[in-house]
Structures are given as C-alpha cells and as structure tokens.
C-alpha cells in the first residue's frame, strides 16, 4: 500500500486536475491487481512446494528372504573350514551380537585399519565394496561395518595381517576366483552365480530387500506384506525407474530372475555403485524408488535425512 500511496502523491503532484485523480486511480487499480496476482502465485508455489522430496522413508516390508555368507577362494578348503568354525564360535559367544549392537543399537563402531598388501608376508586379503554401511563402509583411511570387524577379528584368529581390498561390488567375488584375494566379506547373498566363482561358508545373517520412497509418497502405506508392494509396483510404467545396487539382490528383483523366482518389474532399472548415489537422485525426482537390503536402506535413508 505504501508504494500506491506514493503513486498517487506523485501522480498529484505532476498531473493537471481533471486528469490527475483518475490517471492515480487507474495506477493503484493495476499496481494492486499485480500484488494479488503476486501474492497468489507465491501462495500456491508455497502450498504446492517443490516437486522434488526431501526427505526419504523405508517401507516396512520384506520384500524377498536372503541370507549373507562370505565367499572363500575355492582353492583353499582349509581357510573354509576356519570361517566356519570362527562363524559359528562367534555366533555362540554372543560376540556378533555386540558388533551388530554396535550399529543397530547405538553402541560405538571400532575403526579397522588394513595392512599394504604385502605378498612376502602372511595375510589375510579380504575384497569388499565399501559402499554398504553398516556392513562396510570407510570414515578416512578407516574402515567401519559389521563385516570388517568380523574380518580383523577373523585375522587376529588365523595369527594374520589384515589386507582390506576395496572394489565395484560386481568385482568381489570376481577377484576371489581369480585368487587374487582370499575371502570376500561384502554383504554377499548366497546365489549359484556367485557359487561358480567363491565357496559360500555358512550363512551369518538373515537378510532382505527393503522398498524407499519420497517421504511424500502413500503408495504403500497400506501394504502389508511383500505380495501388496509387488502389486503395487507392478502398476509401474515402462516409463519409470527403480535405483539399485548393482550386482545386488535389488537388481535381479527389478529385471527379473529364475533362479530367485523374480519375475521382473514393468520399470526401467538404474543401476548405481552405491545405495545412496540411488537414494540422492530419488530426492532429485531423476528415479522413482530404490530398492537395496533392509539394513543398508535404514543406514542410508537416516543419513540422508539428517542432512535435509
């Protein structure tokens, strides 16, 4: 109102008689039907807000039922034999349990340092893709997750060094049948694909695949079980995009495997190095959801959050 105001005065000032009150009447009427205008359309990109989501959230819903093992060269049945048996001792004595309350109860993660690979010395070489918090991820030159102190503990027992050896996750069971690592420790499903390159030890958790959406998006919301959510998903258009992990239990779930029993999804799938590049372009509004494991999609989604 102070700027018509001001019009006006000016207008007073400057104009003839006859002209003056209508010409200042005429400026106020168009000033004024500008700032409603204005208003109104700062209103609705308000109320509308951004099409781009800021926050992410999991559905709480198993979508498939996995189990972790790591993958040991098949060449050395002996340093199979020592998993398992370092598997199941630590199952028993309950030190898994403090590592994972570690990172799924509050408790402080322990850094892991890996040791030059150094082939005049006796090591233990273990591949990962250190892109899977909790269970292996770096802060640094360190390494962190629920693997990787299970691999320095594993160490310690065999009396060796520890070499961590970092890649692609496509490339860890790789590099174990190529021998040129020992063991892959990396959030490893068990899956005949893998089994032509490693020797599976026995399963040390019981994994699954978890959906993420836009914290906006109620799609799901009233899915129940992992059957609701297939359904809903495959009202998905050809058109749409899932973000995975690739090499991972997400991506054979979107494009479809026999050997899992999956039979694919109508959307396109975008594979990424790591969940939270995946989550970070559905925020974007570039994918639609993501799909990764329930421990890694929980990790991610906080972190994520916590930086809006």
């Known amino acids: 109102m102070k700027i018509i ?4 005065h000016f207008v007073n000032k400057t104009e003839g008689k006859r002209m003056k009150k209508f010409t200042a009447l005429f400026l106020a ?24 989501a800021t926050t992410a959230k999991v559905i709480d819903v ?3 039922n996995e189990e972790y093992a790591f993958g040991v060269d098949k060449d050395q049945p002996e340093l199979l034999e020592q998993a398992n048996a370092f598997i199941a001792k630590i199952l028993e004595d309950g030190t898994f349990d403090e590592i994972c309350d570690r990172y799924f109860g509050g408790g402080e993660p322990v850094a892991v340092q890996s040791a030059e690979l150094d082939s005049s ?24 997750g629920i693997d990787m102190e299970i691999a320095a503990l594993f160490a310690e027992e065999l009396g060796q060094e520890l070499v961590i050896q970092n890649m ?34 026995d399963p040390y ?68 190095k790591n969940g939270s590049l995946a989550v970070q372009d559905m925020l974007q509004g570039k994918i639609q959801y993501v799909i990764i494991d329930a421990a890694p999609a929980a990790a991610i989604t906080e972190s994520i959050n916590e930086m809006q």
């Open 121 to 144: 010395k006796d090591q233990l070489v273990v591949a990962t893709n250190a892109a899977f918090e909790p269970f292996e991820y770096t802060q640094g030159e360190d390494y962190y």
């Open 29 to 52: 009427m168009i000033l004024a039907a500008g700032l409603i205008v204005g208003c109104g359309g700062g209103s609705s990109e308000e109320e509308g807000g951004s099409d781009e």
């Open 168 to 201: 692609d996750f496509d490339a860890v069971c790789l590099s174990v049948g190529q021998h040129k690592c020992d063991i892959a420790m990396a959030g490893l499903t068990i899956n005949e694909e893998r089994e032509e390159m490693v020797t599976f030890t």
């Open 62 to 64: 198993d979508l498939t």
């Open 205 to 272: 958790y019981q994994a699954s695949q978890r959906l993420i959406v836009p914290s906006t998006d109620t799609s799901f919301d009233d899915c129940a079980d992992a059957d609701a959510v297939a359904a809903k998903l495959g009202e998905l258009e050809s058109s749409d995009s899932i973000g995975v992990q690739q090499g991972t239990t997400g991506q054979y779930y979107v494009e479809g495997d026999a050997e899992w029993g999956f039979e694919g999804l109508p959307a396109k799938c975008v594979p990424y």
């Open 5 to 8: 105001c001001m019009i006006i």
